[in-house]
């Protein structure tokens, strides 16, 4: 469970004790990258374009949300296939997702993914370029115009056309430490394995200021594009949507009462006088519980490992912090969260009826984004080997709406 409470800014911490370590550690994963720069281990280049979304930190700095912003951005202009490793499943070896396929097979976030994307196709493998491979054979699926390796960074063995790095506004990689005493699994130099570096989480009014010292301090090379992303929250939504028409005993309205009017209300017409529980299992849940601070009377943190798997301990100690909330009062938790609480079994009724989660979607910050979408989009068509992409640039607009901003671009990237 989350211990104090960190209000603002830097979340960084760093254990000066295990500082030898972190140079013993640093020792062996500096001589990795070596030999692949040296080109004893190889790094391998595809035909199909390849855009790699991934962090050289332990911690989320919100992959997910940033590969479904490529999805969205995508999905109808080209047929698109995320790659995952599939962290915590219980199968081996490539499996592609099907209609039947679960968190169990696949992994909780490709399991997200392709709930939410029903029509995009989604694998997994540990060996990203054997499931490139079986990707791009014809075997498995057909015709796929770009594939997004999530979380694939460090996986060096694939040489993306588009490498992405992502980076924790409140855990700047520039003032932490390598393992065991910062969270750094790479040294602050292999950002410049980058084409593109984001910097996450950050908060919706970003100062000019702000962004001008961060761009300074992240010392990026001229081939190198740096964005500001941020989490923009969407409509609660139930995870146990209430289906039954019949009428209910009075003292279920009375239950019910507490409950939001879903679809119809703002955040903060939701969360008004509210008691929040806030349930998660992901690595770092405290710019959320910050957030929703600034809707809800009072929000109560219940947060579990990253990628938790709900036991039967686990699943009485949520009802009994619900339990014991005041009313009004209701659960929030994530999109990665829901797809393993679905799925477990001993939630009380009255949990279930209050629980709702929140999805979130990445907006790019200071007017970057067509910016942020037509390099993509030009590296896709560019590079698409049916040239179905190759049409005029009027017709890649995301449909999800456009946001004003510098006009479009070609970026030339080193590794093409």
Request: charged share 25%; aromatic share 8%.
């Amino acid at each position: 469970m989350i211990g104090k409470e960190r209000i603002e800014g830097d979340l960084i911490s760093i254990n000066k004790k295990l500082l030898p370590l972190s140079w013993l550690y640093g020792l062996g994963v500096g001589f990795r990258n070596l030999l692949f720069e040296m080109g004893i281990l190889k790094s391998r280049s595809f035909s199909t374009p390849v855009i790699s979304v991934g962090n050289i930190t332990v911690g989320g700095t919100g992959k997910t949300p940033h590969v479904e912003y490529l999805i969205r951005l995508l999905k109808d202009q080209a047929k698109v296939a995320v790659l995952s490793r599939g962290y915590k499943r219980k199968t081996s070896g490539f499996v592609l997702a099907g209609d039947d396929a679960t968190v169990r097979t696949i992994g909780d976030e490709p399991y997200q993914m392709k709930t939410k994307f029903p029509d995009i196709t989604v694998a997994v493998d540990k060996k990203r370029t054997r499931g490139i491979e079986k990707l791009t054979s014809g075997e498995y699926v057909k015709d796929i115009n770009v594939i997004l390796l999530d979380d694939a960074f460090q996986h060096r063995y694939v040489k993306p056309g588009i490498n992405i790095l992502l980076v924790d506004y409140h855990r700047l990689i520039i003032y932490d430490k390598l393992l065991p005493a910062g969270r750094l699994r790479e040294p602050i130099e292999s950002k410049n394995r980058a084409d593109i570096v984001i910097v996450t989480k950050c908060p919706m009014d970003l100062k000019p200021m702000e962004f001008r010292v961060i761009t300074k301090a992240m010392s990026l090379y001229p081939y190198q594009q740096l964005f500001f992303s941020t989490h923009e929250f969407e409509t609660l939504r139930p995870v146990f949507p209430n289906k039954q028409k019949t009428k209910k005993s009075r003292n279920t309205q009375k239950t019910q009462s507490s409950q939001i009017t879903q679809s119809t209300q703002t955040l903060s017409e939701a969360l008004a006088d509210q008691h929040v529980l806030l349930l998660t299992g992901i690595a770092s849940p405290e710019q959320m519980l910050i957030d929703l601070k600034a809707y809800a009377k009072e929000v109560t943190p219940l947060a579990f490992s990253d990628h938790h798997n709900f036991k039967k301990s686990d699943i009485e100690q949520i009802n009994e912090a619900f339990n014991a909330l005041p009313a009004p009062k209701l659960i929030i938790t994530t999109e990665k969260d829901e797809t393993r609480l679905k799925q477990a079994e001993g939630l009380s009724k009255e949990v279930k009826s209050h629980l709702y989660v929140l999805p979130i979607k990445i907006q790019i910050l200071l007017d970057q984004e067509n910016t942020f979408n037509q390099t993509i989009i030009n590296y896709v068509r560019k590079n698409s080997r049916n040239g179905l992409l190759a049409q005029s640039k009027d017709d890649h607009k995301p449909k999800d709406g456009d946001s004003s901003g510098d006009r479009p671009r070609t970026i030339s990237f080193r590794n093409n």
